[in-house]
């Protein structure tokens, strides 16, 4: 069922002529998918799509799109090389989400599972996918409420988060220190299709105190150049 959705948007009726089952069953199928985040329902056209589950699977698995196969080999890289814990992020359904995640031999542990989501305010990838948006978007998908205080240095406001949102477009990267673990530094920028539209966000999270001597400064151009040939691979 998951490849008949892969190639886009079905509805049930279609789903159940290609598996010659009935729609009652394939409904029942399908609901229990969406329940388990691997597919999707389009609430405008009542059709069915991949859920963010089944993206994570695909990011991991030996066929993943271009862009994950690069951005794999470029986070196996940063990790190998200097120790960082490094991601692929994208906005889904209004969510974000990660769909690769690599592990450094490093003093901290970052683990993440694909297809778990994360904090978009207080992670520089979230910032990244955020600044992908325009300001009404983004407003919508922050709220209107004080956002959750992770650590002692989450920003809280909305409004000063949106009001960051045009200096990460410009400068091209995003950055948090402390805002989402204590102690954890991290970078992230986008990766474009041929368009300049943001794909995904490719992102490192490292500890503060290193001996390597990493910092903020340091490590920003590693990201941006990983995330630039990484979009590159796709035409970006």
């Known amino acids: 069922m998951l490849e008949i959705v892969e190639g886009g948007e079905v509805g049930v009726r279609e789903i159940g002529r290609r598996l010659k089952l009935s729609p009652t069953i394939v409904q029942r199928l399908v609901t229990s998918l969406a329940r388990r985040g691997y597919v999707e329902k389009n609430s405008d056209t009542a059709r069915y799509r991949l859920g ?13 799109s271009d862009y994950i196969v690069t951005a794999r080999r470029e986070l196996e890289k940063l990790a190998r090389d200097h120790r ?18 690599v592990q ?7 683990k993440v599972d694909p297809g778990s989501e994360m904090p978009l305010h207080s992670t520089a990838a979230g910032k990244v996918l955020l ?20 650590t002692p240095h989450t920003v809280t406001d909305p409004g000063s988060l949106l009001a960051s949102l045009p200096k990460v477009r410009r400068q ?4 948090v220190a402390e805002e989402n673990i204590r102690g954890v530094l991290s970078v992230g920028a986008p990766i474009r299709d041929r368009n300049g539209r943001v794909l995904a966000a ?3 999270a490292f500890p503060k105190y290193l001996e390597a001597g990493l910092t ?3 490590v920003t151009p590693l990201v941006t150049g990983a995330a630039r040939r990484v979009s590159q691979a796709v035409g970006g």
Do not use: C
Request: net charge positive.
């Open 52 to 64: 963010y589950r089944s993206m994570a699977l695909g990011a991991n698995g030996e066929h993943g």
């Open 84 to 101: 960082l814990n490094g991601f692929v992020s994208v906005l889904h359904g209004g969510r974000a989400v990660y769909l690769l995640a």
């Open 104 to 110: 450094a031999d490093g003093p901290v542990a970052i």
């Open 131 to 150: 600044g992908s948006l325009a300001d009404v978007e983004a407003r919508k998908l922050l709220g209107s409420g004080r956002l959750t205080a992770i």
């Open 172 to 175: 091209g990267f995003a950055v």
């Open 202 to 204: 490719l992102s490192v």
């Open 216 to 218: 903020l400064q340091s």
